[in-house]
């Protein structure tokens, strides 16, 4: 059995259903084991789509694709943040967040920022401190009437010294 190719393409205009869709899933399956059900509603419940694509469009966004099946999604914003890193259920553990975080670092550097900050998961932040993000604070986020522990995260990217 052949192994399954993964791709990372950049994101485009009609992938706004694609990215809830995998949001949703990830967050309501995957963060389940951090937060209740009550929380996780309140994270991926209720989103307005064209607010959600609007967001997706104005930063830079990329969707990873195994075979022909999208397996996850991150966006970066002009200021170095990371603002979404999702990962469908059925592709956890196959390093997918790990190939959309080398590619949002790289686009990163590219762009001359210094520093990528987050805002982890209580389910996110083994990842990501694993990959070399810190802590800066622990975080109680309000959503929909529901408190959700995060972490705002940092890591400091090195010059590689390469030339873009």
């Known amino acids: ?30 963060a389940a084991r951090d937060y209740t059900p009550a929380q996780l509603e309140a994270w991926a419940g209720g989103i307005d789509r064209a607010l959600w694509a609007i967001t997706l ?12 099946t999208p397996a996850g999604f991150a966006s970066l914003n ?18 997918v967040a790990s190939a959309l975080l080398s590619v949002v670092e790289q686009a990163a ?4 920022i210094k520093c990528v900050t987050t805002e982890a998961s209580l389910t996110g932040r083994p990842f ?9 604070t622990a975080q109680e986020m309000k959503r929909r009437g529901e408190v959700l522990k995060n972490f ?6 090195h010059d590689t010294g390469a030339t873009a």
Do not use: C, N
């Not at 550097?109 to 001359?112: E, I, K, L, S």
């Not at 990501?128 to 800066?136: E, L, M, Y």
């Open 57 to 68: 469009e104005r930063q830079s966004t990329w969707l990873a694709m195994i075979d022909d």
């Open 152 to 157: 705002r995260m940092e890591k400091v990217l």
């Open 109 to 112: 550097q590219r762009r001359g």
């Open 78 to 95: 002009e200021h170095g943040h990371l603002d979404m890193l999702f990962v469908s259920p059925d592709h956890q553990r196959r390093g």
């Open 1 to 30: 059995m052949a192994p399954d190719t993964l791709g990372i393409r950049d994101y485009r205009a009609g992938d706004a259903e694609i990215t809830l869709a995998l949001f949703r899933r990830a967050v309501r399956e995957v």
């Open 128 to 136: 990501f401190k694993a990959r070399g993000f810190d802590v800066v």
